[in-house]
Protein backbone atom coordinates (compact mmCIF):
# COMPACT_ATOMS: atom_id res chain seq x y z
CA UNK A 1 0.00 0.00 0.00
CA UNK A 2 0.87 3.43 -0.90
CA UNK A 3 0.70 6.16 1.83
CA UNK A 4 -0.33 9.79 0.38
CA UNK A 5 -0.06 13.07 2.95
CA UNK A 6 -1.71 16.12 1.83
CA UNK A 7 -0.78 19.64 2.55
CA UNK A 8 -1.36 23.52 1.69
CA UNK A 9 -4.77 23.50 1.89
CA UNK A 10 -6.94 26.17 3.41
CA UNK A 11 -8.93 29.70 2.72
CA UNK A 12 -8.65 32.33 -0.01
CA UNK A 13 -10.03 35.13 -1.68
CA UNK A 14 -11.12 34.85 -5.78
CA UNK A 15 -8.09 35.40 -8.04
CA UNK A 16 -6.09 34.31 -5.29
CA UNK A 17 -3.49 31.10 -5.21
CA UNK A 18 -2.85 28.09 -3.42
CA UNK A 19 -0.13 25.73 -3.72
CA UNK A 20 -1.35 21.73 -2.86
CA UNK A 21 1.39 18.80 -1.97
CA UNK A 22 1.28 15.25 -1.96
CA UNK A 23 4.12 13.31 -0.52
CA UNK A 24 4.07 9.25 -1.29
CA UNK A 25 5.87 6.25 0.76
CA UNK A 26 5.75 2.98 0.40
CA UNK A 27 7.36 0.22 2.45
CA UNK A 28 9.09 -2.73 0.64
CA UNK A 29 8.51 -1.96 -3.27
CA UNK A 30 8.97 0.97 -5.97
CA UNK A 31 6.93 3.86 -6.87
CA UNK A 32 8.69 3.78 -9.94
CA UNK A 33 5.37 2.77 -11.71
CA UNK A 34 2.94 4.71 -9.88
CA UNK A 35 1.87 8.12 -11.46
CA UNK A 36 -0.36 10.40 -9.15
CA UNK A 37 -3.79 12.54 -9.72
CA UNK A 38 -5.56 15.22 -8.11
CA UNK A 39 -9.33 14.98 -7.41
CA UNK A 40 -11.39 17.50 -5.64
CA UNK A 41 -15.16 16.79 -4.06
CA UNK A 42 -18.12 19.05 -3.31
CA UNK A 43 -20.40 18.81 -0.77
CA UNK A 44 -23.35 16.96 -2.47
CA UNK A 45 -21.39 16.20 -5.47
CA UNK A 46 -19.41 13.59 -6.86
CA UNK A 47 -15.79 13.72 -6.51
CA UNK A 48 -14.24 14.41 -9.87
CA UNK A 49 -10.82 14.46 -10.63
CA UNK A 50 -9.04 17.20 -11.45
CA UNK A 51 -5.49 16.66 -13.31
CA UNK A 52 -3.10 13.95 -13.02
CA UNK A 53 0.81 13.38 -14.23
CA UNK A 54 2.69 10.20 -15.81
CA UNK A 55 5.94 9.21 -13.39
CA UNK A 56 7.53 7.85 -16.57
CA UNK A 57 7.29 10.77 -18.71
CA UNK A 58 5.64 13.67 -17.25
CA UNK A 59 2.90 13.80 -19.25
CA UNK A 60 -0.14 15.22 -17.68
CA UNK A 61 -3.82 16.21 -17.99
CA UNK A 62 -6.03 18.40 -16.32
CA UNK A 63 -9.86 18.77 -15.89
CA UNK A 64 -11.36 21.44 -18.71
CA UNK A 65 -12.58 23.12 -16.08
CA UNK A 66 -8.61 24.08 -14.81
CA UNK A 67 -6.85 24.32 -17.59
CA UNK A 68 -4.80 27.07 -17.75
CA UNK A 69 -5.02 27.72 -14.17
CA UNK A 70 -3.79 24.65 -12.19
CA UNK A 71 -0.49 23.29 -12.40
CA UNK A 72 0.92 19.81 -11.80
CA UNK A 73 4.82 19.11 -11.35
CA UNK A 74 6.73 16.46 -9.70
CA UNK A 75 9.59 16.22 -7.51
CA UNK A 76 10.56 12.33 -7.50
CA UNK A 77 13.51 12.49 -5.77
CA UNK A 78 11.25 13.55 -2.68
CA UNK A 79 8.31 11.45 -4.28
CA UNK A 80 6.17 14.72 -4.17
CA UNK A 81 3.72 16.49 -6.30
CA UNK A 82 2.77 19.41 -6.05
CA UNK A 83 -0.52 20.98 -7.48
CA UNK A 84 -0.05 24.86 -8.17
CA UNK A 85 -3.82 26.91 -8.13
CA UNK A 86 -3.64 30.06 -9.56
CA UNK A 87 -6.66 32.46 -10.47
CA UNK A 88 -9.06 30.33 -7.78
CA UNK A 89 -12.64 30.42 -8.30
CA UNK A 90 -15.19 30.20 -5.55
CA UNK A 91 -16.15 26.84 -7.37
CA UNK A 92 -12.97 25.41 -6.92
CA UNK A 93 -14.04 25.12 -3.38
CA UNK A 94 -13.53 21.38 -2.53
CA UNK A 95 -11.77 19.00 -0.46
CA UNK A 96 -9.13 18.36 -2.31
CA UNK A 97 -7.53 14.30 -2.22
CA UNK A 98 -4.38 13.02 -4.09
CA UNK A 99 -4.47 9.41 -5.19
CA UNK A 100 -2.14 6.88 -7.08
CA UNK A 101 -1.55 3.89 -8.66
CA UNK A 102 -0.03 1.83 -11.32
CA UNK A 103 0.28 3.64 -14.66
CA UNK A 104 -3.28 5.79 -13.96
CA UNK A 105 -2.15 8.62 -16.04
CA UNK A 106 0.45 6.84 -18.34
CA UNK A 107 0.90 9.25 -21.60
CA UNK A 108 -1.36 11.89 -20.03
CA UNK A 109 -4.43 9.74 -20.16
CA UNK A 110 -5.99 9.78 -16.65
CA UNK A 111 -8.01 6.98 -16.13
CA UNK A 112 -9.82 7.09 -12.74
CA UNK A 113 -10.59 3.06 -12.11
CA UNK A 114 -6.77 2.74 -11.94
CA UNK A 115 -6.51 4.72 -8.78
CA UNK A 116 -6.02 2.78 -5.57
CA UNK A 117 -4.69 4.61 -2.54
CA UNK A 118 -5.70 7.99 -1.24
CA UNK A 119 -4.83 10.23 1.05
CA UNK A 120 -7.08 12.00 3.51
CA UNK A 121 -7.73 15.51 1.86
CA UNK A 122 -7.32 18.93 1.89
CA UNK A 123 -9.75 21.67 2.20
CA UNK A 124 -9.40 24.39 0.10
CA UNK A 125 -11.92 27.37 0.49
CA UNK A 126 -12.43 30.23 -2.19
CA UNK A 127 -14.32 33.39 -1.32
CA UNK A 128 -16.11 35.33 -3.33
Known amino acids: QVHLVESGGGLVQAGGSLRLSCVASASGFTLSYYDIGWFRREPGKEREGVSCISRSDSDTWYADSVKGRFTISGDYVKNTVVLQMDSLKPEDTAVYYC???????????????????WGQGTQVTVSS
Open 99 to 117: ATGILACNGGYFEPSRYTD
